[in-house]
């Protein structure tokens, strides 16, 4: 018999004990009662000044209906916790404990009623076992509470507190640093298959997407006295300024168990939810969050989360919140870029044959083998890199690839511009890059392209606008190496790939509806786009200016 | 015969440099001609042959002053690809001008430049082809030829024009000797048969110079010396001068004060021995010393190897034992797998079969004790000046407590001295190899491994390197040097040994293994001409120039003494 | 030698990678259904072994976080030598009962809604929800399709909003009658929704009578039943939230299936927090052809005669105000056996948020109810999970049990087999993963399982069909 | 690997050297065009092994079917396990968790490591689409000489400098790639030992010490390779031979090819109106149904 035999058969004796019949009271009245509740499912030990919950479940198998005055007995030293909405409490002296009482109508044939009661255990409780009964008619039901107190001394006292309220999440709770906090991006979902499409993703399934929450939603509960308890989640967006209740947030109305149509059920102002503080110290309840992209326009708002445990404790925190449908500014930027792309591309068509006339073969060649450098010692290895890197640094991981795009790149760009101060030059060596990382690694999407065109595009216009490059060479070339063109070339470089950083970021922001962080999109510029690139162009006129002695054999 | 390139006051300076390349240069060349130009490194054959077919300066950027008229077309007026018809240019390193995967596409390529019919371009690559050797290959892959071939292949894929004059830059400067024959006499027969004139740039003259029938040498830009094959072996000077090497036949007889006919043993036998008679007398050859039984410091036994399992093993049962302080010549053809062994001794290679030991020790990894100069010694140059380059092994704690002054002499010994400041990668090849070579030198490895070092190299810094070997040698330092000169292994080495396809056919004093022609034949190097001339003149055996010339003034002193 | 070692471990390890790819890919080519004797599991009586598995490729793995159950669809054939299964993933597949296939249809674009074998077993109904909601019948035995009725030429579709006509479910009569609901529903953004709903009747050829014959239903209507004669045709109604007026505002409707007429309808009174009365699976005839039983979405029980008079209907589980929120399971299934009739609970829900799993689980939920014709319990029976499906063969109930979001208990998954009328356990054939539909005949029970993932990051189970076989034939 | 012969084409009596490169170029067209536009792995797989197959058609070495094998490994491998470690989208579904986010540590670091069925879904599409192009790739690297695509090139009337820089670069790649290689060892062999610290400084210095050889190298290549190609003619303004009509049948295939990606761009420009709720038409459900499972 095997390992998976053995298991399954103990799953099945398991399986057995929990579908035991449940044994059926006489007269037709049968309760049952439990205390602690746990909402978790587990065992939890009472210790003074606890609050515990207790079920109390009543029904009529008899054939008559039946009327009865239900009580719940609690010993001295319990007590209800709030006053319970179903129950008339009654101090009684003989018991010296409360009970709770009410009226039932059980109906005929078969009849239920439960009801789960706030319970708490007062301080000064002293050990022992307590009896907890239920009755109703005739019928009654006891079990017993073990009250020791905590082993660990956990303060018993101390309520759970919602220390923060974050957003946003992933689905399984976790915050991408990289992504911008309080923000709210909504999906507009008007152009999201050309968004795969230009991601080179392909088409998704829109249906899939559609029930989709925006994001998620974590609250951070404290709760230092392991407490268990049900709460009422209630999000709702505020005006900024009037504190106007503004619709948007809703909560779905339904599942696929219930109605296969899913969508939205509109209507709802705010998002609830009903949750459980499971008792652990500390507690993130991650809920979805689901917004109608069809009412919430985008603009700074106020996000009020209240928390209620049956009206005996509320919690609420006011965040402001920014909601963003459309990344104007990545979609500007976007378009400004697309714009540079396209300018660039009618300035290819209009002065490449200039360009390369101006070039001798050697030249061609030169840029040509320059690219496959580039290519070998700059795109295959990051690409392999890059995920690995990503796994043990992750927002960070830019630092080290950065490394290979920023520095290395640049030290042959600049090499090359110091042998070769031509126009166009650089946009040769971007585009041997291109091809040869189209043909090794597939890599060919719209944001490849317009990610190379814009840097050879800018890189080309900052040179050009330095005066490193021109249309011919000079008749007296500078001999040598020089700080002044060196700094020149290493600022024009900088200042081209730190916008040329912006735009490809703010381009995949779109693409990929990231909100990135203000921090994010600085340190990459910072670090990447400007820092890495000096030193890089600093190194590559060095570089060049030492390549520049070697001739032919 | 009329003049099919003139030259006439012609001067070049290149854009970047100070120092004119060409200075007024006047040189008329004759149809059907055969000229070896030579002259040391730098001195400007190559931009002279640059200037020839319009490269300069249409595509190299500098001053040109003067005139150059290619048959009777002025070059400034003509465009490269209209010069090219008539001019051709060939270079050095065929691995960096072939461009194709197939013969036929690399000849025809640049037919089609030329804008012929398909039908006319295959017609004209199988004749092309069997002109160079290589007929009915067409179909074959570029990467299946041998070293000889491929510059052959070169070759052709330039004659496939159908140019008036063939200007070749140093071909043969990387081939072994049997290459380097094949391709001379497919040149010889270029110019006899079809009446192209052929200009070669080489300082591999020894070899060159028998067949030429001019010669020309340019010294600092300048042409300081013209003449027939025959006023150059008549007057030696100018080459010697210049530290150039000429034929060692050529060389005895200049030292014996004879003027030689020709570099052929036969004649320089006859021209000797007409003027010392005495010189047939057999005299006792020096005795090779005997070095005594030292710690052997490379073991190898039955090493085995192969790139894939199932190609052929490119080293097939080595065994070899050198002892401390030798200086082996390692020699062979191309592929027969002296590189491969250099590479498990410094244990680059991984040693899949057999054993190699380096002072006791069996390799495992790369050796810090073995010091290694690879073929191509650019790859193995990253400092930014010569200085460091030649320091940093001092500095990475390779040396083992080396004066940090020694540098300096060995700067000097290697003719750099106040180059401390250049970048070496942007130094002259020959240059660039003595650097590597004193970039391991200075850190005084047990064991120096060079992989042709004299590749490019005037005899002088042939000289200079083998001397620092010499000394290396003798504190104690081990020496294989792979190199296809005989003659140079024949002056220098201990010890040869000679590879076949991967197996040691021979191994023995150079005297031992340069008397043994069928070795030499295998393994397709060339007798040393000195010894051909020794055995023929006297039944000797004479490794050098200085040996036969000594051995025949000791002769013919004794015959006028006795 | 090493070099040739590596060479074969590299090329090994490419063609291994292939093969595992197009493992992946083409999961149809890893299919093994038949079990090694030696792998056979028994049942926990021992009345049952398990005989083949089948795996069904891919399929969403879900968590104890989020309601709703994968879905998938498995029915025996009448004579019980073959099942046809419908996967999430769009195959319709028919294997025989020993796990080796017979053969397999992909529906393409569509999502497979409905699957029926005709009681003679030789056609098989599939419905679909496409753009055109069509009801595809098939050859049985070779999946050749034989005609097939798209009903979005009256229930219309709606391209931009991704609203397609879908058929609900299947029901079929003794004489090869069939009977598709079909369903489209568009929800606008102020909260109003709209319901096209249709009854198509096909005779064995596939032609079709309509009910109502000349317009469509209002009102969301998943579900149909034919009396045992096939002339009383009922049907219930939901309409899940606050609308317009609607023609169809009662509860049960039955129609005269000869003659298309609408001879009554119910109307039931609806239970706070409730706005309406929802009808998920139901009614349900019995089988004398008498009664019909329903369970609505509130967790009430009825009790209907043929001529449309409610017998009794009782509370099966009340919602229920904890802390300010409502609090219950819902009513879902029923099925009648001689003079009694059963009814199930299922999960526990909340109204604030009907997506998230409730921390308080419902006493009654997730149950089975056995009441006498009088409406008197004679039984109820706690499952461990959600009911997810019950079948009745014989005297015997065959209940698939899911996932229990509170308790997360794993344990639990599995079929139960009570006995009918008594509900006592028979047998328990043990899941890895939650069972989420089941078939049974005298001899099989098939079961569908789906993964699950813990909160401890484990997966049980996977998406496949599990036969067992009664031990001793 | 590091043999560069393994990299450079070699011509062969085989269908596939034999093809003329336009219909290699047409083919390696459509097979990308599709291998971007097609989003089922089905047929992704498929297109993948049929471009496998053309390398044993094309009688590829054992040692290329070794460099295609580590290539094909690591780029299967590699996309999957990152895909699959990464995937940021949603849905995601966790099929396995490497590293609980309660881990000290490494899983407090990286907020726990999961494996997504969707990531690797996901991966294996990519996989297949790169994998593809890198099979046609080699294929044509391997069995086309770099003259014809430059003649091939030329003949679609690309600028004559830009086609001549593409095939250089393709040309001297693999070169490029084994120089690479050999100044490492180099390095080594003058107790250079760039991985040894991860300080900045020490890997500029690397980088200087790597790119000086090699660009130093390609700087003399150029210069040499640069006067052979022009005085063999090679130049602007040549009158140069034309690439030879194509024979009848192998014109039909060029048709055929584009036919194929032109039926292959209407299918899924139909199928996308309808994805898109633009246009569905009950005609082509059939179309549709075979889109939806193969495309």
């Known amino acids: ?553 | 015969m009329g003049v099919i390139v003139d030259c006439r006051e012609l001067s070049f300076t290149y854009q970047n440099s100070e120092a004119p390349s060409l200075q007024e240069i006047n040189w008329q060349i004759e149809s059907g001609d055969f000229i070896l130009c030579t002259g040391p490194t730098g001195c400007g054959k190559s931009t002279l042959l640059k200037a020839f077919n319009g490269l300069i300066p249409h595509e190299i950027s500098g001053t040109l002053q003067g005139s150059i008229q290619i048959n009777g077309k002025d070059s400034l007026q003509c465009s490269v690809a209209n010069l090219s018809r008539t001019v051709s240019l060939m270079f050095q390193n065929p691995d960096d001008q072939i461009f194709s995967t197939s013969i036929a596409d690399e000849v025809g390529f640049a037919l089609e430049n030329m804008g012929m019919t398909p039908v006319e371009i295959q017609r004209r690559v199988a004749e092309t082809l069997a002109w160079v050797g290589l007929a009915g290959r067409e179909q074959g892959s570029v990467h299946a030829l041998s070293g000889g071939e491929r510059q052959r292949l070169a070759l052709a894929a330039v004659l496939a024009i159908r140019p008036q004059v063939l200007a070749l830059d140093e071909p043969i400067s990387q081939m072994d000797p049997r290459g380097a024959m094949e391709l001379l006499q497919v040149l010889r027969k270029l110019n006899e048969e079809h009446g192209i004139t052929i200009i070669v740039v080489e300082h591999r003259l020894h070899e060159v110079m028998p067949i030429c029938k001019s010669v020309v040498v340019m010294e600092q830009g300048r042409l300081v010396w013209q003449g027939s094959q025959r006023d150059a072996f008549c007057q030696p000077e100018a080459f010697l001068r210049l530290g150039l090497r000429i034929p060692q036949t050529v060389h005895i007889c200049h030292r014996l004060g004879l003027a030689a006919e020709s570099a052929a043993v036969d004649d320089a036998a006859a021209t000797i021995r007409a003027a010392y008679p005495a010189c047939s007398t057999v005299v006792q050859e020096p005795l090779l010393l005997q070095r005594e039984e030292t710690e052997l410091a490379i073991e190898v036994k039955a090493l085995e190897f192969q790139y894939d399992p199932a190609g052929r093993k490119v080293l097939n049962g080595i065994d070899l034992a050198i002892p401390r302080g030798q200086f082996v010549a390692l020699m062979g053809n191309n592929g027969a797998g002296k590189s491969t062994l250099l590479h498990h001794i410094c244990g680059l290679q991984r040693v899949r079969q057999g054993q190699v030991k380096l002072l006791g020790q069996a390799v495992k990894g790369l050796d810090r004790r073995v010091g290694m100069v690879m073929q191509n010694p650019d790859l193995m140059l990253f400092k930014s000046t010569v200085e460091q380059e030649i320091t940093f092994g001092l500095a990475h704690g390779l040396g083992q407590g080396k004066q940090s002054g020694d540098w300096r002499e060995l700067v000097d010994r290697i003719g750099l001295g106040g180059m401390e400041d250049r970048f070496p990668l942007a130094l002259s090849q020959g240059q660039r190899v003595r650097v590597a070579i004193a970039s391991l030198l200075s850190c005084q490895p047990a064991i120096m491994l060079l992989d042709e070092p004299t590749t490019g190299q005037d005899l002088g810094h042939i000289d200079d390197i083998i001397g620092l070997l010499q000394e290396y040698t003798q504190k104690g330092g081990t020496v294989i040097l792979c190199t296809h000169d005989t003659e140079v292994a024949a002056r220098y080495a201990e010890r040869v040994v000679v590879m076949t396809e991967g197996k040691v056919v021979a191994d023995a004093s150079p005297r031992q293994v340069f008397s043994c022609d069928e070795v030499l034949r295998s393994a397709s190097l060339r007798t040393p001409a000195a010894l051909q001339l020794s055995r023929r003149l006297y039944g000797g055996c004479a490794l050098g120039v200085e040996e036969v010339v000594r051995h025949v003034q000791q002769a013919s002193m004794g015959s006028y003494a006795g | 030698m090493k070099q040739t070692i590596r060479m074969a471990v590299l090329f090994g390890l490419l063609a291994m990678s292939l093969v595992l790819l197009a493992i992946h890919i083409f999961p149809e080519l890893g299919r093994q259904g038949k079990r090694q004797d030696s792998q056979r599991l028994l049942s926990q009586m021992g009345r049952f072994e398990q005989v083949a598995e089948i795996p069904l490729g891919k399929v969403e793995i879900r968590g104890f976080r989020q309601m709703g159950s994968t879905p998938g669809l498995v029915r025996l054939s009448p004579a019980g030598d073959r099942l046809v299964i419908g996967t999430e993933n769009g195959d319709v597949m028919v294997f025989n009962i020993d796990g080796s296939s017979v053969w397999r249809r992909k529906i393409g674009m569509g999502k497979i809604s409905a699957l029926e074998y005709s009681p003679d077993g030789g056609r098989i109904l599939i419905g679909e929800n496409s753009q055109q909601g069509a009801v595809i019948c098939v050859d049985a035995a070779t999946g050749g399709e034989k005609w097939r009725r798209n009903s979005v030429d009256e229930l219309g579709v709606d391209l931009r909003q991704k609203t397609f006509p879908g058929i609900m479910s299947i029901a079929m009569d003794e004489s090869g009658n069939s009977y598709a609901v079909a369903l489209r529903s568009i929800r606008f953004p102020n909260g109003q929704t709209d319901y096209f709903a249709r009854i198509y009747k096909f005779d064995a050829n596939g032609r079709v009578e309509l009910f109502p014959r000349d317009h469509n239903l209002d009102v969301w209507v998943s579900w149909c039943d034919i009396d045992p004669s096939g002339n009383l045709l009922v049907f219930a109604t939901s309409d899940y939230t606050p609308g317009p007026y609607r023609r169809y505002q009662n509860n049960i409707y039955q129609f005269d299936a000869r003659t298309g007429q609408n001879r009554w309808s119910l109307h039931t009174e609806t239970v706070e927090p409730y706005e309406r009365t929802n009808m998920r699976f139901g009614p349900k005839w019995s089988q004398d052809g008498k009664y019909m039983s329903g369970v609505s979405a509130d967790g009430r029980a009825f009790f209907v005669d043929a001529a449309g008079k409610l017998v009794w209907s009782r509370v099966l589980s009340a919602p229920q105000r904890i802390q300010g929120i409502f609090v219950n399971a819902t009513g879902l299934h029923t099925q009648q056996i001689g003079s009694y009739a059963i009814f199930s609970t299922g999960n526990t829900y909340n109204r604030a948020n009907w997506q998230l799993p409730t921390p308080v689980e419902h006493p009654q939920s997730n149950s089975v109810f056995l009441f006498d014709r009088e409406g008197n319990l004679r039984k109820r029976r706690k499952l461990g999970g959600m009911i997810e499906e019950m079948k009745l063969v014989g005297q015997e109930l065959a209940v698939a049990v899911g996932r229990n979001i509170r308790t997360k208990d794993a344990s639990i998954h599995g079929v139960a087999l009570l006995s009918a009328p008594e509900l006592e356990l028979v047998d328990w054939l043990p899941a890895a993963g939650p069972c989420v539909a089941v078939a049974a005949s005298p001899k099989h029970v098939v079961a569908m399982e789906a993964p699950l993932q813990l909160d401890s990051g484990e997966i049980v189970g996977s998406y496949r069909i599990l036969v067992w076989r009664k031990t001793g034939m | 690997m590091y043999n560069r012969q393994v990299w450079e084409a070699t011509p062969a009596d085989t269908p596939i050297h034999k093809m003329d490169v336009r219909i290699k170029l047409a083919l390696l067209a459509a097979v990308m065009l599709f291998a971007v536009g097609l989003e089922g792995a089905r047929p992704l797989f498929f297109l993948f092994v049929c471009s496998l197959g053309m390398h044993f058609v094309a009688r590829s070495s054992v040692q290329r079917w070794q460099v295609l094998a580590v290539f094909l490994l690591v780029g299967l491998w590699g996309t999957m396990v990152s895909q699959a470690l990464f995937y940021n989208q949603e849905p995601r579904t966790m099929i396995a968790c490497l590293v609980s986010p309660t881990t000290p540590w490494i899983g407090e670091w990286t907020g726990g490591i999961f494996i997504y069925r969707e990531g690797l879904e996901h991966g294996a599409v990519q996989a297949l689409r790169s994998g593809t192009m890198l099979t046609c790739g080699l294929l044509i690297c391997w069995t086309t000489d770099p003259r014809q695509l430059l003649q091939c090139f030329l003949h679609w009337r690309m600028p004559f400098e830009v086609a001549f820089m593409v095939i250089t670069s393709l040309r001297f790649l693999p070169v490029i790639f084994e120089e690479t290689a050999v100044v490492f060892t180099a390095q080594r062999l003058r107790g250079f030992e760039p991985a040894r610290s991860l300080s900045p400084v020490r890997w500029i210095r690397t980088a200087f010490y790597v790119l000086f050889p090699i660009l130093a190298r390609s700087l003399r290549r150029a210069a040499t390779l640069a006067l052979s190609v022009e005085s063999r003619g090679f130049g602007r303004g040549n009158s140069r031979a034309n690439l030879p009509m194509l024979p009848l049948p192998q014109q039909f295939a060029c048709v055929g090819i584009f036919a194929v990606i032109l039926v292959g761009a209407t299918l899924k420009v139909i199928y996308s109106l309808q994805h898109n709720g633009v246009a569905y038409f009950p005609q082509l459900r059939g179309v549709y149904d075979f889109m939806a499972v193969w495309l």
């Open chain 1, 1 to 553: 018999m095997g390992y998976r035999t053995v298991m399954r058969l103990c799953l099945a004796v398991w399986g057995l004990w929990l579908l035991l019949p449940l044994p059926t009271a006489a007269a037709g009245l049968f309760l049952t009662l439990e205390a602690p509740y746990s909402l978790t499912g587990g065992q939890l030990t009472v210790a003074p000044g606890q609050r515990i919950h207790a079920m109390a479940n009543i029904e009529n198998t008899g054939p008559a209906g039946q009327n009865v005055a239900v009580r719940l007995e609690l010993p001295a030293g319990f007590r209800a916790d709030g006053k319970p909405e179903h129950w008339t409490i009654e101090q009684n002296e003989t018991v010296l404990g409360q009970v709770l009482q009410r009226e039932l109508n059980l109906p005929v044939g078969y009849g239920q009623w439960f009801d789960l009661v706030s319970l708490i255990v007062d301080d000064h409780v002293s050990e022992g076992v307590y009896i907890l009964r239920l009755s109703a008619g005739e019928t009654t039901r006891e079990i017993r509470v073990k009250v020791s107190p905590r082993v660990d001394g956990a303060p018993v006292h101390e309520k759970p507190a919602l220390e923060r309220v974050v957003l946003p999440l992933d689905r399984d709770g976790v915050r991408d640093e990289k992504q911008n906090a309080n923000t709210l991006v909504l999906r507009d979902r008007s152009l999201d298959y050309y968004k795969n499409v230009l991601r080179g993703k392909g088409a998704t399934n829109l249906e899939i997407e559609a029930i989709h929450p925006v994001t998620h939603m974590g609250l951070d509960f404290r709760n230092p006295a392991g407490q268990q308890k049900l709460l009422m989640v209630e999000a709702e967006l505020l005006d900024k300024n009037s504190r106007r209740r503004i619709p948007g947030l809703y909560t779905p109305g339904s599942n696929s168990e219930h109605d296969g149509a899913g969508a939205m059920a509109a209507g709802q102002e705010r998002l609830t939810a009903f949750v459980a503080l499971t008792g652990e110290p500390r507690q993130r309840l991650v809920l979805p969050v689901y917004a109608d992209e069809t009412q919430l326009a985008e603009g700074d708002y106020l996000l009020r989360v209240t928390v209620d445990d049956g009206g005996i404790h509320s919690w609420s925190q006011e965040l402001p919140l920014v909601v963003i449908k459309k990344n104007m500014r990545g979609m500007i930027t976007l378009a400004i870029g697309v714009t540079m792309l396209l300018a660039f591309l009618v300035l290819i068509r209009r002065k490449l044959p200039l360009v390369l006339a101006g070039m001798k073969t050697r030249r061609l060649i030169t840029i040509a083998l320059f690219g496959t450098c580039a290519f070998a010692v700059v795109n295959v290895p990051s690409t392999l890199l890059n995920d690995f890197l990503h796994i043990f640094l992750g927002p960070f991981s830019f630092l080290i690839s950065g490394m290979f795009s920023g520095i290395m790149l640049y030290m042959l760009t600049g090499a090359l511009v110091t042998l070769i101060p031509l126009h166009g030059v650089v946009s040769l060596m971007a585009a041997m890059r291109l091809l040869l990382g189209m043909l090794a690694f597939g890599h060919m999407s719209p944001l490849v392209f317009l990610s190379y065109g814009v840097n050879a595009f800018l890189l080309e216009l900052a040179l050009a606008g330095t005066g490193f490059t021109a249309a011919s060479l000079p008749t007296n070339p500078v001999a040598g190496f020089s700080w002044q063109r060196m700094a020149r070339l290493a600022l024009a470089c900088a200042v081209a790939d730190t916008v040329a950083t912006y735009i490809t970021m703010q381009g995949m922001a779109v693409l990929y509806r990231l909100y990135f962080a203000d921090w994010y999109i600085w340190m990459v510029m910072a670090v990447n786009g400007f820092l890495y690139t000096v030193i890089g162009a600093a190194c590559g006129a060095v570089l060049g200016s030492r390549l520049s002695g070697v001739g032919s054999d």
